[in-house]
């Protein structure tokens, strides 16, 4: 079983817990009904697993009267062996977005003490299908993401101590032995092919078969597109398309901020836009916006009419690249600028699932570009990403204007600090 960080959460929002219920949301596919499962399985003498896109008849159970009561003598008859005992039963309403009646009786079922109550939703639906009543103050919203390095780590047998000893080498900015330093760096780009799908990652891991990890991904891509044709209005559903796939020539061409017209010749904002919020909800895409100015908040700051798209799952980026240019980058063999844009979106993924909001900065005139500023120790810090080791004109054009009280250089090569900067090696990104 793949180990992940998310279980912990549940563990903390089940000890703390206060008339609040827990809702899981996140793109297809990304592990949330089998974690949450082990979890209650682990942490509950009874648990009830009502799914609605499984089972479409059990939306009955919330029509009509919505108090506890009445929704427990409901599940009784719909599933007759199930048992509710106060404390010691978790209620598990799977795919709620298919139920938006199920999603409004969460409020009454937060303040009720005879179960625990964890629902889970892809994005896309959530936000989709239409709600009665949103549980405002009633429900804990956590979101899931695919694996992220370390959890890829953990699934290629590096326990905790092994981490904590590559933390140490990140907080001491001391250089990593060169023989550790070179199988990272190869597992890291074995994470650029595989990404961190949970069907992706364990197909991986049981054949080492790197054809197999993209005919999964390309199984995913496909289940995607499904979606777009479900969900999407009629007018929409080919703009949809068009704006997700145009991300590896958005990525290849460096691009300062997203571009309508790499979708289509003569693509304009009033084409797209509504086509990338859909992606966005989707949990497929993420938008990170230049500013102004790095200065506290950020978010103050935003242009918002320039911005970058990146992928949310690095594997399937590069899977829509296409299995020539997977096998290139685990061979450390790619060049060219798409090179730098992949590896920009890998460290795109890998703060993105740290819980860390990114921002860029571009100015209007001349060239200086620093690729994520974060909001780190009270202060704005620069994180410049390179694909292989090379100078850093911008960010010490940066430095010397904004003197920041330190900045990030992510490279190919080892740990060193100098001039302000501290240059670390992509796979230890996951410790910014």
């Known amino acids: 079983m793949l180990k992940r960080k998310i279980y912990d959460e549940l563990l903390v929002w089940k000890k703390n817990k206060k008339n609040e219920c827990l809702l899981v949301k996140g793109a297809r596919q990304v592990g949330k009904s089998f974690i949450i499962e082990e979890f209650g399985r682990n942490n509950y003498q009874n648990m009830i697993v009502i799914n609605f896109f499984k089972h479409p008849e059990y939306k009955s159970i919330f029509e009509g009267d919505l108090s506890p009561a009445e929704i427990y003598k409901r599940i009784s008859l719909q ?12 209620l598990f309403l799977d795919e709620i977005q298919h139920c938006p009646a199920a999603r409004t009786a969460i409020k009454f079922l937060a303040t009720d003490d005879m179960c625990d109550v964890i629902s889970s939703g892809s994005l896309l639906g959530l936000h989709y299908k239409e709600m009665v009543s949103v549980p405002v103050g009633y429900e804990r919203q956590i979101e899931m993401f695919s694996l992220d390095f370390e959890e890829f780590l953990w699934a290629y047998g590096y326990g905790e101590e092994a981490i904590a000893a590559l933390r140490g080498y990140f907080e001491r900015a001391e250089k990593i032995p060169d023989a550790i330093h070179s199988k990272l760096s190869s597992i890291l780009r074995e994470y650029l092919a595989v990404g961190g799908m949970p069907d992706v990652v364990n197909t991986f891991f049981a054949t080492h078969n790197f054809q197999a990890v993209n005919q999964k991904q390309s199984n995913i891509l496909a289940e995607y597109e499904e979606d777009i044709n479900k969900y999407a209005s009629v007018t929409e559903k080919q703009k949809i398309g068009a704006c997700y796939y145009s991300l590896p020539r958005q990525l290849a061409k460096e691009n300062t901020k997203f571009q309508y017209s790499v979708v289509s010749k003569g693509g304009s904002a009033k084409k797209y836009e509504h086509a990338l919020d859909w992606l966005t909800d989707a949990g497929f895409v993420k938008a990170v916006y230049n ?122 090569g080892n740990i060193g600090v100098a001039d302000g900067k501290m240059t670390i090696p992509h796979y230890l990104a996951i410790f910014i």
């Open 79 to 90: 599933l007759p062996d199930v048992r509710f005992e106060k404390g010691k039963t978790l």
């Open 291 to 412: 500013v102004s100015m790095p200065q506290l908040p950020l978010r103050a700051y935003e242009k918002t009419g320039e911005f970058k798209i990146y992928g949310t799952d690095i594997g399937l980026v590069t899977a829509m690249c296409g299995f020539e240019t997977q096998a290139a980058l685990v061979e450390d063999k790619l060049t060219g600028p798409a090179k730098g844009g992949i590896y920009e979106n890998l460290i795109f993924d890998m703060l993105t699932k740290r819980g860390i909001e990114l921002h860029y900065i571009k100015k209007e005139s001349g060239t200086q570009e620093i690729e994520f500023l974060i909001e780190q120790n009270r202060g704005v810090i620069p994180v410049e990403v390179k694909s292989k080791r090379g100078s850093t004109q911008s960010l010490n054009a940066y430095l010397k204007e904004w003197e920041p009280p330190y900045a990030y250089k992510i490279t190919a």
